[in-house]
């Protein structure tokens, strides 16, 4: 068993080898389609990426009458942090909002007349209020509002301002997330057609090798196995190959991208997740590889 093992092995190698041009064009076809597999993995942590910061800026801001005590207003921030679908509340006090809002409207002396002419801090304290996603916005309002002892208190909420925000933000997480998972699902159909057909010509060019196989009794796994082994090697060197590319051009486009994405490095995010890229890129050239010749020696040649 081991030798006829070892057997395919080697024959599969000596055919990866002999073949010449048919396994360049194998290893090519399989290489920009590992690229291109490898490109979307890379493209759907850039949009996570910049979908998670909008998502951090977006928030609902909590605003309480002016005759709110400071304790009563931290009370309710503590019964949101104690919320499951809260992630984070800051707190805003009334002097804040007025040292904030002075310097917002520096330039404008009319408003800063105004302000001094009331003698008494207009602003009431406010909340921030940060959910764990953005559909849980309206759970959190939902708690306020039915909450006699902060409801007593709150003067406005802009959730109502911040809602299609929020909603347009959701949708967009969403389709992003479903359309990403349906280009993967096409890319991979199309590149195990690709390099299916591909394999048929290596396949192609040793029928006479595998007729004469078929003579002398060789067995279905012995006339597969090299031609599988061959598809791995391929699939292998396609791999590294696609790897390899990633570098520069992720070096390249994190230093010269990374202002436009938020301060998100493409080539920091290849270094630090090096491993599971290694294992999508090569692993999916493996795979793709044996599988399209198993299917290519099984369909084609009818062995």
Known sequence: MMMTFKRILSAGATSFTRSGLVSFATVLIMTVTLIIIGALV??????????????NKVDVNVYFATTAE??????VKTRLEQRPEVDEVTYTSRDQSLLTFREKHQDDVLTLQALDQLGDNPLGASLAVKAKDPTLYAAVVQFLTD??????????????QNKVVIERLSNAIDATQRAGLAIVILFVIASII????????????ARDEISVMRLVGASNM?????????????????????LAFFFPVTWYAGYAFST???GFNLFTYYVVNFPFLFMVVVGSGLVLGSIASFLGVRRYLQV
């Not at 400071?70 to 009370?75: C, I, K, R, T, Y």
């Not at 909450?147 to 109502?160: E, M």
């Open 222 to 242: 012995y006339i597969r196995g090299p031609f599988i082994v061959a598809g791995v090697i391929a699939g292998l060197i396609s791999g590294l190959i696609a």
């Open 260 to 262: 436009w994405l938020g």
């Open 70 to 75: 400071e304790s009563q207003v931290l009370a």
């Open 147 to 160: 909450d006699t002892a902060a409801s007593s208190i709150i003067d406005r909420i802009n959730y109502a």
């Open 194 to 205: 690709i390099a299916l057909a591909t394999v048929r010509l290596a396949i192609y060019s």
């Open 42 to 55: 890379l493209l759907s942590a850039v949009l996570t990426n910049t979908l998670t910061s909008i998502q």
